[in-house]
DNA sequence: CAGGCACGTTGCATGTTACGCACTTTGAGC
DNA sequence: GCTCAAAGTGCGTAACATGCAACGTGCCTG
């Protein structure tokens, strides 16, 4: 391990937060301030930073840059994205895609809905395992070790007055969404906002994502919502089966 | 300047184009095998990559999270995002923000057209300075030594057969941007797509981004579209007037 | 206007740690 | 099971990351 690249990547992630001025820095990683300018300068001249005119440093177009990459990079965007469409035209409401990368689920695809009201982009956000569907619909499929192994200290944060925050309730929730093929986020991440999602499976059999159609309340009720699960679990089949998996 | 850091920026810029392998890493920085091992595992601690089950090394989930963090940062976007969706109502066509990140051009915001084909979202994405709407709306309207220092070292490289690869022509092209108020990119960056783009300027009276208007050539002549001009100037000039601007 | 202060920047000496090397382990293919 | 390529480990040393001292800049206050 490199202590050097350790702080430097604590560097990105406090500045990431938003802009910092070099003292901040330096006090954050208990260091010189000189060390932290050095850090600074380096990542200024790859563009993973950028210095404001009020010498504060926020992150720069490096940043932008590979974090589309790193999107890019994801086939399973481009594997999905038909079936997203056409679940789109069948419910008429925003579909999302998350995607399990490494201990996170990030939504990762987005076709819009038809309607005024539309839902803030949110690419490349981490998705909250508790409480979001995306990642409901790909925790609720992992295997049992997995599963653990990932909710291994996750703390269920209240969101919303419906957030489940047992553990106990939570696993039990889980199991349901097993049994039915698909989960549901009852407004438990955002208050006016629900949505159902079913995973999507490799050619190994492994969930690797999966699709959630999401709603406001105020336009869709939950009868309606529940009624897309058909609809829904039918396009996750076919990604999945263009992914291999039988 | 960090010797250390700069390298490890390098890795990250590398396996940002695709997955890469222990190997290909130590070859590229010109180290011994375990320098590279070492910056990736560390890089791996932090998420900033993960590994692949064929033991290449792609980027991972705290660079999709910073990548979105650096666009939640940026503004431009909650104040342009009005505008932007009363300019979609208007021409019914897609509506691309770009932003000026520290001598790159971004797509920051988009707001889909409400037409079957769309266009692929982009956000993050750079926009190739001499070629696409967005940056030609902001270079046009930069300051001449800003643009020249921009400029300086950068390749017009042919992207189809209508793209301006001659400096001084492109110059003339910026000229009559300037003239006009807004910038044309007349299938220059993709064959079948055109776009109009206008700047929007800061209190100080620098432009800090534009809007563009994009469709494809197929469903919008080029009359039709230069026809949306007004309304992107103005739509353009409320967001500046909101950022100060006067 | 001048002085003081906070903050950014530069150059140097030193000791910490990043580095390459040699060796071991692992996993895939035959 | 064997071979080989690649990943992984531990060690010694010298390269370079670090803190320090001093300087420069810009802003604020009296």
């Known amino acids: 391990m490199s202590q050097t690249l350790d702080r ?24 010189h301030h000189s060390t932290a300018l050095r850090f600074l300068h380096t990542l200024r001249k790859h563009g993973f930073v950028q210095e404001l005119p009020d010498h504060s440093y926020r992150l720069g177009p490096t940043m932008f840059r590979l974090g589309y990459q790193a999107l890019e990079g994801i086939e399973l965007r481009s594997v999905a994205r ?12 925003t579909v999302h895609l998350g995607s399990l990368e490494d201990g996170s689920v990030l939504y990762v695809e987005k076709v819009e809905a038809n309607h ?6 949110r690419i490349g956000a981490v998705a909250r395992l508790h409480c979001t569907g995306v990642a ?9 070790a997995d599963r653990d192994e990932l909710l291994d200290g996750y703390e269920l944060v209240r ?12 696993e039990e929730e889980l199991a349901l969404s097993r049994e039915r093929g698909y989960a549901l ?3 438990e991440n955002e208050p006016g906002i629900h949505c159902i999602s079913a995973p999507v499976f490799s050619g190994e059999g492994r969930v690797v994502g999966a699709f959630s159609v999401t709603a406001p309340t105020s336009r869709v009720d939950r009868q309606t919502l529940l009624g897309f699960a058909p609809a829904l679990v039918e396009a996750t089949r076919d990604t999945s089966r263009q992914l291999g998996w039988q």
Request: glycine letters at 6%.
């Open 8 to 31: 430097a990547l604590q560097v990105l992630e406090f500045v990431g937060e938003r802009p910092r001025r070099i003292g901040d820095i330096a006090t954050r990683l208990d260091v």
């Open 82 to 93: 038909p079936a997203m469409e056409r679940l789109r035209e069948l419910t008429g409401e």
């Open 116 to 121: 005024p009201v539309r839902m803030h982009s």
């Open 136 to 144: 409901k619909g790909i925790v609720a499929f992992l295997p049992q």
């Open 159 to 170: 969101m919303t007055d419906h957030t489940i925050v047992d553990r106990v309730a939570f």
């Open 185 to 187: 986020d009852a407004e």
